[in-house]
Structure formats: C-alpha cells, structure tokens
C-alpha cells in the first residue's frame, strides 16, 4: 500500500488521464510481485471549471451517482483487472458532468461486503436504496448516513471508506420543485465571469 501511494503522488501529478495512470501504476506493481499481491482501485479527475469528471477503474466497485433530483445510479464504467495482475491489462476512461446539486458515492467493499444479521451482505441494492431514501443530498450528509447505516444496521469484516463528492460553482444556486429542478446562475460581471458561465452551460 505504501508503495502504491508513493506512485500515486508521482504519476497521478503527471497530468495524465485516469486509465493511462492506472496502466502506468499497474505496469510498475506487476515488477517483483512475488507475492502475487493486488489492489482495486479507482482513478478520477475531476475539472472544477465545469464539473468533468473523467473516471477509470481497476477492479473496483463502480462509483454511485445521486442526481439532485435524488436518482441513484451506477457509473457506467468498464472495469479493467485489478492492479498487480496483469502487465498487458489496458484500462478504459468514461466521462460524466455533475450538475450542481449532484454527488458521486465512491466506497470500498467493506461497505456492500459488510454482513446483515440475518447472514445477507450489505450489498449494492442496499446501498441504492439508502442514499435514494436520504433526504439531504449533500455529500457530507450523505456520507455520514451511509456510515451510520451500515454502522448500525451491520458488522464490517474489512475497511469501510466512503467518498462522497459534490460540484458547485460559485454563483449557481438550485432547488426542487414537483415537477423539476431548477438551477439560478448569477455569473460574474466580468469578462471571466461570463466566459466560465458559458463553459459550464455547454458542459
């Protein structure tokens, strides 16, 4: 682990996109893995300028997204072979923009794999249905409700992590009514404050 962090803070830096990262980690870790040893992992990054989010993912449970209008679903994202395996493994990068009032649920397994009383896993479709029932939708409310839950409701055999992200640019406001959502942008008067609020609207 500590070496894998120590290459994250090189190549994750090098500006390069998240599956050339993951398959530059993968091909340094593959060398003298004697002990056959290997990591799930998801790379993103995400633009501050408009909310892109390029994602790639090896091995790992894909990321869930809670829509401002409170819709749940999972990232759509190919998932190469865990890092250590294979050298040759290619990873694939998917693009998504959040919208204001968006958040993306990252977790380990430690979350779906934790076990019920009733001797079920935790699993995936529960954690849907948890952050789908939350009714505060921001990223530190939704965390702490996925972590309570489980918590309360099950026994953890491994890590639990959840990482909870949300995007809003300054000056964009946004509420639910019944029938819709509605997001209030007050750009900038300036030069720069216009040219940002015209990126955002054509992400």
């Not at 340094?28 to 790379?43: K, P, Q, S, Y």
């Not at 959502?181 to 404050?193: D, F, K």
């Amino acid at each position: 682990m500590a070496r894998l962090a120590g290459l994250l803070g090189v190549v994750a830096t090098s500006g390069k996109s998240p599956d050339r990262i993951l398959h530059e980690i993968n091909a340094r870790l593959v060398e003298d893995n004697d002990a056959c040893m290997f990591i799930t992992i998801g790379c993103g990054l995400l633009d501050i300028r408009n909310g892109h989010i390029r994602y790639a993912s090896a091995g790992h449970d894909a990321p869930l997204l809670r829509t401002a209008e409170g819709l749940v679903a999972s990232l759509a994202v190919e998932n190469g072979a865990a890092i250590g395996i294979d050298s040759s493994a290619e990873y694939s990068a998917m693009e998504i923009v959040l919208a204001p009032g968006d958040t993306l649920v990252l977790f380990t397994d430690g979350v779906t794999e934790a076990w019920m009383a009733d001797g079920a896993q935790f699993g995936t479709e529960r954690l849907v249905t948890v952050l789908s029932e939350a009714k505060d939708g921001s990223s530190d409310a939704l965390l702490r409700h996925v972590v309570d839950t489980v918590a309360t409701t099950a026994r953890a055999a491994d890590d639990l992590t959840v990482l909870a992200l949300s995007w809003t640019p300054r000056g964009v406001t946004w509420h639910r009514t019944e029938t819709a959502m509605r997001w209030l942008i007050e750009p900038q008067v300036s030069n720069v404050g216009v040219a940002q609020t015209q990126q955002w609207l054509r992400s």
